[in-house]
């Protein structure tokens, strides 16, 4: 781990100051336990009668039932034809099901494909025919019947796997380099983009956050993000099933339930929009009593840092990721904890900034290259030409697309994005698609979505309209509603003559600006 670095903030690696006494980075090997799931397994083993899960309707599931639960699952999974390497999706809110499903998947070498619960069906069909699973896992019915209608050789199943037994499947062989889950994303293209993310990856990610974050058996996390993202699912969930501690899940997110969670719990993570509720809510100060929360996702404001402070005595420890890399950078857990800054390189990643300060990043945590559909049948091409390859530098780093600058000792902060992206309350919004979207209807002549800033949301959903004659916004809203999931639709709607363009034709998003009318659409704030 000692080669390169050196990139920012003057010690060879800089990561080494999240660790008690700064280790030699040499001595620090964040793959020792082989993958998430051998090192689960050996938990299990070793304490078998601890609890590690609380379902959302307060039953508890100790380290044997889980090891017992997910084989049966593996087992029913093998029976119905899956083998390692093959893909799953998987969609449902939290719940022990949910988790039993995810882990049996990942002892068993599948790959999971995580599937937001209110996609629509124009998302969940461009995932099928991207992805080409063999199989679904999904709570609700509707995407089970949808799933079914976008290819009937699925093997579909809702989240208790009611399947038939199978033969006892090999657990926890599976390599570092294997694939084990595949996010998407719809890119700046507008086109879907699948990131595969090896056993490696998530278990170097989780292990630099064990470390640095000193999460042990003793702690209790208090998990409402949702688990068909990083976020929940590759820190929340896969890291409190690391430390050895326990994890307790809720469904959704509601502020009174967190602070009443908080008396028995040590840790919270969250996005600013949770913080946001949090201070607003009654008993706000039980926060206090927790030993650690984070935040993360999207910019927390200086001022949010401030109001949490007072109103809740913590001091939010922010950290910056993304999906393709999982945790990337993070505020000290002893150190100084900056407001405006996500901290110091984790564990293993080395960061540098590079042509217009854009972030760039290597280490084990980060993945190999998207998933690009080819010929019907999707192959990774980290290498090739194309899209893809452009999100490596030639000598190997992975564009973040996030524009940072990094201070004197160390500290990074992101100051910009040079990738088109809206973060709406932790949700990343591609202004394409929603745009791909809205010049379906045959009333929009043309349109350009952007984030306009939000005090609850950090940004806001809105789009600008070139209309035709007979435009109704209610109904394009009301249209563009079935085809894109909740947290993408515009939230806002203005009417434009004509959108400002360059000498090129371009539409100059910065140009943007509400006309005087009021705009169409619910304000979120
Ligand atoms: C919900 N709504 C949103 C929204 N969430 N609209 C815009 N942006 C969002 N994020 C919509 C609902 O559909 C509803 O619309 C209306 O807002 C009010 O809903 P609500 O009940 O108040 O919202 P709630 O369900 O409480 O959700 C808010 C939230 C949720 C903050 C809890 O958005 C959330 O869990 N965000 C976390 C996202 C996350 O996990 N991101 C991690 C990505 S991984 P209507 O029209 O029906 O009224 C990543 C890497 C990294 O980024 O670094 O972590
Ligand atoms: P996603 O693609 O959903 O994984 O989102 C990753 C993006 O979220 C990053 O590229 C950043 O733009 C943003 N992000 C994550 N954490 C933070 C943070 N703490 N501050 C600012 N932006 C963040």
């Not at 060879?12 to 280790?23: K, N």
């Not at 034809?81 to 995810?102: C, P, Q």
């Not at 292990?207 to 208090?222: G, K, M, N, S």
């Not at 019907?376 to 390859?389: D, I, R, V, Y």
Request: proline share 8%.
């Amino acid at each position: 781990m000692g080669e390169g670095g050196g990139e920012v903030g003057g010690p060879a690696q800089p990561w080494v100051r999240h660790l008690p006494e700064a280790p030699d980075p040499d001595d620090v090997d964040l793959l020792s336990e082989g993958s998430l799931p051998a090192a689960w397994a050996r938990r299990w083993d070793a304490h078998p009668d601890r609890p590690v899960l609380c379902d959302p309707d307060g039953s508890w599931l100790t380290g044997a039932d889980l090891a017992k639960r997910s084989a049966a699952v593996a087992g029913r999974l093998a029976g119905a034809g899956l083998r390692a390497g093959d893909r799953l999706l998987l969609s449902g809110g939290a719940s022990s099901a949910f988790v039993v499903a995810h882990v049996a998947a990942m002892r068993s070498g599948l790959v999971v494909v995580p599937v937001n619960t209110a996609c629509s069906k124009r998302e969940l069909e461009v995932v099928i025919a991207h992805a080409r699973p063999r199989a679904a896992v999904l709570e609700a019915e509707r995407l089970r019947a949808w799933a079914g209608e976008a290819d009937p050789g699925l093997v579909v199943t809702d989240v208790d796997v009611g399947l038939p037994d199978g033969p006892a499947p090999v657990l926890d062989a599976v390599a570092s380099d294997a694939p084990a889950l595949l996010p998407y994303t719809s890119g700046t293209t507008g086109e879907p983009k699948g990131v595969p993310l090896s056993h490696g990856n998530l278990l170097a990610s989780v292990e630099a956050l064990r470390l640095a974050w000193r999460w042990t058996e003793d702690d209790a996390l208090i998990l409402c993000l949702p688990l068909f993202h990083v976020h929940g699912l590759g820190v929340g969930l896969h890291g409190a099933l690391l430390s050895g501690g326990t994890v307790v899940l809720h469904r959704g997110f509601d502020p009174e339930a967190v602070l009443a969670a908080a008396t028995d719990a040590t840790m919270f993570f969250g996005v600013p929009t949770m913080y946001t509720r949090l201070v607003a809510a009654e008993g706000a100060e039980r926060l206090a009593g927790l030993r650690l929360c984070v935040s993360g996702s999207a910019p927390m404001s200086a001022v949010l840092h401030a109001q949490v402070l007072a109103r809740c005595g913590q001091v939010v420890l922010e950290r910056y990721g993304m999906t393709e890399t999982i945790m990337l950078v993070s505020n000290p857990l002893e150190g100084e904890r900056r407001a405006g800054s996500v901290g110091l390189p984790l564990p293993g990643v080395e960061l540098r900034l590079g042509d217009d300060d854009e972030i760039q990043v290597r280490g084990p945590n980060v993945f190999g290259g998207y998933l690009e559909a080819q010929a019907g049948k999707a192959a990774t091409t980290g290498t090739a030409p194309g899209t893809a390859a452009r999100a490596f530098t030639p000598d190997g780093w992975f564009r973040t697309g996030d524009v940072g600058a990094v201070d004197a000792d160390g500290y990074v902060r992101i100051v910009g994005r040079a990738k088109e992206l809206i973060i709406t309350g932790g949700y990343n919004v591609y202004p394409r698609e929603v745009e791909d979207v809205l010049r379906q209807h045959p009333d929009v002549a043309d349109v350009a979505v952007v984030g306009t800033p939000s005090p609850e949301w950090g940004e806001t959903v809105t789009a600008y309209v070139e209309a035709r004659t007979g435009f109704d916004p209610t109904a394009v809203l009301a249209w563009a509603s079935e085809q894109l999931a909740p947290y993408k639709r515009p939230r806002l709607v203005h009417c434009v003559d004509a959108l400002p363009r360059n000498g090129m034709g371009k539409v100059v998003r910065a140009a943007l600006r509400p006309p005087d009318e009021p705009p169409s659409g619910q304000p979120t704030t």
